[in-house]
């Protein structure tokens, strides 16, 4: 879906508003699948939130900058293709990666106190947690959770990214706790895959048993598959060399 989306549209005020509105509906009917799937969100779940919202200056001011700062994830990179007349380019991905978090560092920094900011705010966490920064994420995602109203559509991703930033710091305890928050959000399935998940991975008993149970509970669901590979892997003899 967000591929389809010109960001450049994104500044007309009544055909941004639309495709907010769009990517509202296909969040509400895909929540689950997105979960799943995990990583950065959908440029258009990004701004869905708040950009359908807008109402003052100040907020559209803030929702055009966001709009803006995504849009350089779009730029091609030097060498990716036939270079466009007028179309800005990056020499390597890591780059386009950078200039991506500066530009979203500037609209939580220029229009704290908006939609737009709180948005960015969230996207900070995820691309911090995707680059290895798992501290750098615990501490965006936490000021996020507290900062979002509870009807945030991306309060739930924010909740299963800080588990796995605890996790990836090796805080167990705390991340486990995290996961146990999904389960309040709507999603029960995810909180319990995360407790089977972690369970195996700190080697206790009952943590195949768990996993099992994640797949008959939710036999429809993405987590069951995922349940049902980590069984398998379970399975298997230790790597020896």
Not at 77 to 85: D, F, K, V, Y
Request: proline share 5%.
């Amino acid at each position: 879906m967000a591929e389809k989306v010109d960001r450049k549209q994104l500044k007309k005020p009544d055909e941004f508003q639309l495709i907010a509105g769009k990517a509202m509906e296909w969040l509400r009917t895909h929540q689950k699948k997105v979960i799943a799937v995990g990583g950065t969100i959908v440029v258009a779940v990004l701004l869905a939130w708040g950009l359908t919202l807008l109402r003052s200056s100040r907020e559209a001011k803030a929702g055009a900058a966001l709009a803006e700062a995504l849009e350089l994830e779009s730029r091609p990179l030097a060498g990716e293709a036939p270079a466009q007349p007028g179309v800005e380019t990056f020499p390597s991905k890591e780059e386009r990666d950078k200039a991506v978090l500066a530009a979203l560092e500037k609209v939580r920094g220029e229009h704290r106190g908006t939609t737009a900011a709180l948005t960015a705010q969230a996207e900070i966490g995820f691309r911090k947690l995707k680059a290895g920064d798992a501290a750098g994420a615990q501490k965006d995602l936490e000021e996020f959770l507290k900062a979002a109203a509870k009807e945030h559509p991306l309060r739930i991703f924010a909740q299963e990214s800080l588990g796995y930033a605890l996790e990836k710091q090796n805080k167990l305890d705390e991340a486990r706790a995290a996961f146990e928050k999904l389960r309040e959000m709507g999603a029960p399935e995810r909180a319990d895959l995360h407790a089977a998940r972690l369970a195996l991975l700190q080697g206790k008993p009952d943590a195949k048993a768990q996993l099992e149970k994640v797949a008959k509970d939710y036999p429809k669901d993405p987590v069951a598959q995922e349940a049902n590979l980590r069984l398998e892997l379970a399975a298997l003899p230790p790597v020896t060399r």
